[in-house]
C-alpha cells in the first residue's frame, strides 16, 4: 500500500521541522510538500496531490480559514488545522475553518519538552493516518453564509413513521465528535431561539479548544450557550457543554459533573450522559448521535431507545464520520436516521412539548 501523502502547511521553519520529523517517524505517512503560506499551498495542490493536509491556522496575508475554504472549492482534502489555541482569535479561526470543512483541528506543537517529541508525534501521526480517510465533499462558500442552506427533504414526515416521540419531552441530549463543531451548529441554528427544552451536548474536542468552542457556539448559535457548571439547574432554550475532562450527568433535575474512568477512550462521555438522561427522564428523553469517530454515545442512545425516549442518529450521507451514529444504528438504538439539516427540524417540529406538563 502507498504512504499516505501529507501536505504540511505552516510558516514557523522550526514548527515545519517538527511536523516533518514527526511524520518520518510513521511509515504509513510521507510528506509531498511544505509549504509556507496559503497561497504556495494552492499553487501546489494539484501537483503534490496530498491525501490529508497540515494546515496552520495563523498564515501570513491568506489565513488557514480562507486556505481551508479554498482547498474545499477546488480540491476537496482531509485538513487538519493546527492552532496555539490560547489565542482567542486562532480559535475563532479554528472553530470556522472546521465549520468550513476542516475535519480536525490540533494544538500546535513546540519543542520546549524534548522528552514529550515520542508521544506528540505518535499523536499527530495518528491525527493525520486517520483523518486521511475522512470522505469529504467539494463545498461552496458565499458571502451571505459560510455554507449554503440545503433545505429539509420532503419525506422528514415519512422518515417519521412508526417512530414514537415522547408525548412531553423534557431534554434534548446532544454527543458528536470528529466533525461535530459545525453538525451541532447545524441542529442549533435549525432549532432556533425559542426551544423549550434544556440541550446538554458532549462535543469531544482537544482540551486547549474547550473554551474557544463553546465561546464560538455561544456568538453564532441562537441560543444561549455555556458551558455546564456542577449543581447548576439547566434552563430552558439554554445549552449545556460538557467541560473538558468531565463527564456530566442529570441526577434529581441538576447537572452534575465527576471524574470517573473514561467511557469508549472519552471523558466527557455522550454514553455517560445519555444514560443518565434514560434513568432521570424515561420515555421524556430525546438522544442524538452525530458524526465521530468510535462508538461513544451509542450506548446510551441505547439506554434512552430502550426507556421509550426518541433517538436520532445522523444519517451516512452528511455525517464527516461515520463511527458513532453506525454503531448506535448497529445496536438497534435509532427511532430514526435524518441527514444533518432534517435533525434540528425534527426535534423542533415533530416532538409534541408541552412545557406546562412537564415542569
Request: net charge neutral.
Amino acid at each position: 500500500m502507498d504512504p499516505i501523502r501529507v501536505m504540511i502547511v505552516e510558516d514557523s521553519p522550526t514548527v515545519r521541522e517538527y511536523l516533518r520529523v514527526a511524520v518520518s517517524t510513521d511509515a504509513r505517512l510521507t510528506v509531498v510538500s511544505e509549504c509556507q503560506s496559503a497561497e504556495e499551498a494552492l499553487a501546489n495542490l494539484e501537483g503534490a496531490r496530498p491525501d490529508v493536509i497540515s494546515m496552520d491556522i495563523d498564515l501570513p496575508r491568506m489565513s488557514g480559514l480562507d486556505a481551508t475554504r479554498r482547498i474545499m472549492e477546488v480540491r476537496p482534502t482531509p485538513i487538519v488545522i493546527v492552532s496555539r489555541s490560547v489565542n482567542a482569535a486562532d480559535v475563532d479561526l479554528t472553530m470556522n475553518a472546521l465549520r468550513a470543512g476542516a475535519v480536525s483541528a490540533m494544538e500546535k506543537p513546540t519543542w520546549d519538552r524534548e522528552n514529550s517529541f515520542p508521544a506528540n508525534a505518535r499523536r499527530i501521526c495518528r491525527e493525520l493516518v486517520v483523518m486521511s480517510r475522512v470522505k469529504v465533499v467539494r463545498q461552496r462558500f458565499n458571502n451571505s453564509r459560510m455554507q449554503p442552506k440545503t433545505h429539509a427533504p420532503q419525506g422528514l414526515h415519512n422518515a417519521m413513521t412508526g417512530a414514537a416521540p415522547p408525548c412531553c419531552a423534557r431534554m434534548v441530549g446532544i454527543v458528536a465528535s470528529t466533525g461535530g463543531p459545525r453538525a451541532i451548529e447545524t441542529v442549533l441554528t435549525a432549532i432556533g431561539p425559542d426551544f423549550p427544552l434544556p440541550i446538554l451536548v458532549v462535543q469531544h474536542i482537544v482540551a486547549s479548544f474547550q473554551s474557544g468552542f463553546v465561546a464560538w457556539l455561544d456568538r453564532i448559535s441562537p441560543q444561549l450557550v455555556k458551558e455546564a457548571g456542577d449543581g447548576e439547574w439547566p434552563e430552558p432554550g439554554r445549552v449545556y457543554v460538557a467541560p473538558a475532562d468531565k463527564h456530566l450527568t442529570i441526577r434529581a433535575g441538576c447537572l452534575k459533573l465527576d471524574s470517573g474512568p473514561p467511557v469508549s477512550g472519552q471523558r466527557p462521555s455522550g454514553t455517560i450522559l445519555l444514560r443518565s438522561m434514560a434513568e432521570a427522564f424515561g420515555r421524556r428523553a430525546v438522544g442524538v448521535v452525530l458524526t465521530g469517530m468510535g462508538d461513544d454515545g451509542a450506548e446510551g442512545l441505547l439506554a434512552i431507545h430502550r426507556a421509550g425516549g426518541f433517538t436520532i442518529t445522523e444519517d451516512a450521507s452528511t455525517a464527516v464520520v461515520n463511527g458513532m451514529p453506525e454503531v448506535a444504528r448497529t445496536l438497534g438504538a435509532s427511532s430514526v436516521t435524518l441527514p444533518l439539516d432534517s435533525i434540528g427540524t425534527a426535534i423542533k417540529g415533530v416532538f409534541p412539548v408541552q412545557q406546562e406538563v412537564c415542569a
